[in-house]
Nanobody, 115 residues
Framework: QVQLVESGGGLVQPGGSLRLSCVAS????????MGWYRQAPGKQRDLVAH???????NYADSVKGRFTISRDNAKKTVYLQMNSLKPEDTAVYYC?????????WGQGTQVTVSS
């Protein structure tokens, strides 16, 4: 059974930083483009960033210059380093493949940016 486990969220003040991790199961991880998504209350789930199998990255305009996506194929893990956090970054963060969603969605990790 392929699955994803996200972690690293929490409560942080504006301007603070968090590092999210997502561990995947199965053998296809290293071949897949992985993305981080987020869903704020009452809103749709949106793509935040993605990283290809050859480590090319792309970011939503709202996080460009503040967030960095990376991956470790040996650990089947994708990371999201989030700096200069803003209240509007508050959401549940998920990872999955991009553009198709190969894995079942995990439980996500809550990020709350508030003073």
């Amino acid at each position: 059974q392929v699955q994803l486990v996200e972690s690293g969220g929490g409560l942080v003040q504006p301007g603070g930083s968090l590092r999210l991790s997502c561990v995947a199961s199965g053998s296809i991880f290293r071949f897949k483009t992985m993305g981080w998504y987020r869903q704020a209350p009452g809103k749709q789930r949106d793509l935040v960033a993605h990283i290809t199998s050859d480590f090319s990255t792309n970011y939503a305009d709202s996080v460009k210059g503040r967030f960095t996506i990376s991956r470790d194929n040996a650990k089947k893990t994708v990371y999201l380093q989030m700096n200069s956090l803003k209240p509007e970054d508050t959401a549940v963060y998920y990872c999955n493949t991009f553009p198709e969603h190969f894995y079942s969605w995990g439980q996500g990790t809550q990020v709350t940016v508030s003073s």
